[in-house]
């Protein structure tokens, strides 16, 4: 039973602990520092990241199912 106390404890506390490093900072404020408003991020391109891991993505799948149908014939 005292095991299960402490163990519950410490839980909670880590918990307790977890929430505060969970905010988020405050916004930036003004103009984001520039004579007129930009989007947050300051507008990196995304596409090239998805289209490089979607490609990785099915490079693997290809290999692997390759792979399977190697191990079937043998």
Do not use: D
């Not at 095991?3 to 905010?23: D, Q």
């Not at 596409?47 to 099915?58: E, K, Q």
Request: glycine share 14%.
């Amino acid at each position: 039973m005292k095991r299960k106390l402490i163990k519950y404890f410490l839980i909670g506390f880590f918990i307790i602990c977890i929430e505060g490093l969970t905010a988020q900072p405050p916004p930036p404020g003004g103009e984001h520092g520039t004579s007129n408003n930009q989007v947050p991020g300051g507008g990196a391109p995304i596409g090239n990241g998805t289209l490089m891991l979607l490609s990785m993505a099915g490079v693997y799948a290809i290999l692997k199912w390759h792979n399977s149908q190697n191990e079937n014939t043998e």
